[in-house]
């Protein structure tokens, strides 16, 4: 990757970079960028090839800004089949997000047949022409191949996404850390309306993935929105180019957005 990180670490600190800057406050950083520099505290401290992230849950109750970020990480539970580990992040010494991961050991499935959805049949990202850059969302945050429907588009939605930066300097994105950078696209996904655009800023995430993405490309497809007094819950259907790998769930507030801001090269 050539494009500015999200993150740069120095010692046991996260320093924020232009490219991670939100949408909601031009001092404050992206949703997302939070999400997944938690997820990457969370598998830097507990990961194990033996064991699958299974679920990340992230609320974020304060948007940071661009000070210095100390995450602290704690373990829950160390057991044989289950790992249960917790994340705080503070910015500028205010704690701004908590996150909690269920790692879970991998074995063989059961015997037995269960319904599960269709997987959806569609195109490749490489099949697909790669959209007029001043069209995507928030720019050249990532890198985008709509599928149907899209924002503006009255309807369910099917896109792919792909990460254009490194979460941290120097440092590849893991498939774990690709899911958790992305499932806050999850809120704009299926929360913005079709004719007024994102009205909603989410407060959390829960991902459940049952397995770690193949590629660099995660299919969102929306499945659910439903709002009332201005407390909305929005859900997609996670893929990568082999199937069907999880969901990614939000909860979301009425919001008025700030202007945006030209994106970062």
Known sequence: MTNQPFFVLDGDQYLPQASGRGPWNPNSLHGRVVIGVMGHALETAFGDPDFMPARLT????????????????????????????????????????????????????????????????????????????????????????????????????????????ELVAGQALTPFQRVAVASDFCSPFANASYDQGLGYINTDVTVYISRLPVGEWIGFESVNHTSAQGVAIGTCWLHDIDGPIGTASCAALAQRRAPPKPPVQ
């Open 58 to 165: 992230v609320d974020m109750y304060r948007l940071p800004g661009f000070e210095p970020m100390e995450i602290k990480t704690r373990l829950i539970r160390e057991g044989g089949r289950i790992r249960m580990a917790e994340a705080e992040l503070f910015s500028g010494g205010v704690s701004s997000a908590k996150a909690s991961c269920q790692f879970l050991r991998k074995t063989e499935d059961p015997p037995g047949k269960v319904w599960t959805p269709p997987g959806w049949d569609v195109p490749l990202p490489q099949d697909i022409p790669p959209p007029d850059p001043g069209t995507t969302p928030m720019g050249r945050m990532w890198a985008t191949r709509n599928i149907a429907g899209g924002f503006g588009v009255q309807g369910s939605r099917r896109m792919w996404m792909s990460e254009v930066r």
